[in-house]
């Protein structure tokens, strides 16, 4: 897989805003655009690392998956550990919207809805600061805290299925 910042030219760090992105995406898009020689496989390769790239980036919960690869952190299936408890949680969450999607309970929903995007907001600002203080070093500190977070990003994943289960329901009656 490649280097979504390197192909889009930017740091590889976890602090990046969309519009960043965006910006280093259509600079990069216009030098490569597939129209401009239609017949190269290559201007459709770049073209086609280019958007994903910028999906990968654009993304906070992707980027950081990007980024913890880079940094030599443990992949979700090397690593599918979770915070203690965390578990259990999301299995108690998951009981409360189907309860809730059952009855019909709008209310309800909105409040887990709310609840989950406060949650994936929290968890972003969480992930952002274990990055900046990761150890500059290589070694046994530096690895355990690239353990750490790909602990929380698994546990952020489960957030983001909570919060796709929850914006796929059908509107309450």
């Known amino acids: 897989m490649s280097d979504p910042f390197r192909t889009l030219g930017l740091p590889a760090t976890f602090d990046l805003g969309g519009d960043q992105v965006e910006s280093a995406f259509l600079a990069r898009a216009a030098a490569v655009h597939p129209d401009l020689d239609p017949e190269s496989p290559e201007a459709l390769r770049l073209a086609a690392d280019l ?39 999301v299995m108690e969450l998951r009981e409360s919207i189907d309860d809730a999607a059952a009855s019909g309970d709008a209310d309800a929903l909105a409040g887990l809805t709310k609840d989950a995007t406060d ?3 929290a968890m972003i600002a969480h992930v952002s600061g274990m990055f900046r203080g990761l150890p500059p070093s290589p070694g046994p500190e530096r690895d355990r805290a690239l353990a750490t977070i790909r602990t929380q ?21």
């Open 153 to 173: 990003l698994n546990a952020w994943r489960y957030l983001e299925r909570m919060l796709e289960a929850l914006r796929g329901l059908p509107p309450p009656l």
């Open 51 to 89: 958007n994903h790239a910028r999906a990968t980036l654009a993304d906070p919960e992707t980027r950081a998956d990007a980024l913890l690869g880079l940094l030599g952190g443990p992949t979700s299936k090397a690593d599918p550990s979770l915070p203690p408890g965390f578990l259990m949680e």
């Open 119 to 121: 949650r994936r907001h």
